[in-house]
């Protein structure tokens, strides 16, 4: 089974910054796309950043300029670096990838709570 666990989330002040990473296990295909989704209360899921193997990265809109994934195919491992934290930004932020095999599986970690306030 698939697994993807989500760590370094935490409280920060605006600003600031956070790393968080994710790891991908129990799968014997290669991942295509790997990347970040957030929501926040009252908010639908949005996207935060993607990437695939092969290297192309694609952010939303509101974190461009501030947050850069990057992806370690030898670990299975996709980061997340946050940096000039907005209060905006607070969310539960959901790791999520994908295996192409007759069709698209789609994955997703349990996700893990960012808080931007002072």
């Known amino acids: 089974q698939v697994q993807l666990v989500e760590s370094g989330g935490g409280l920060v002040q605006p600003g600031g910054s956070l790393r968080l990473s994710c790891a991908a296990s129990?799968?014997?295909?290669?991942?295509?796309?790997m990347g970040w989704y957030r929501q926040a209360p009252g908010k639908e899921r949005e996207l935060v950043a993607a990437a695939t193997s092969g290297g192309s990265t694609n952010y939303g809109d509101s974190v461009k300029g501030r947050f850069t994934i990057s992806r370690d195919n030898a670990k299975n491992t996709v980061y997340l670096q946050m940096n000039s934290l907005k209060p905006e930004d607070t969310a539960v932020y959901y790791c999520n990838a994908n295996i192409v095999l007759f069709g698209t599986r789609n994955y997703w970690g349990q996700g893990t709570q960012v808080t931007v306030s002072s």
């Open positions: 129990g799968s014997i295909f290669s991942f295509n796309a």
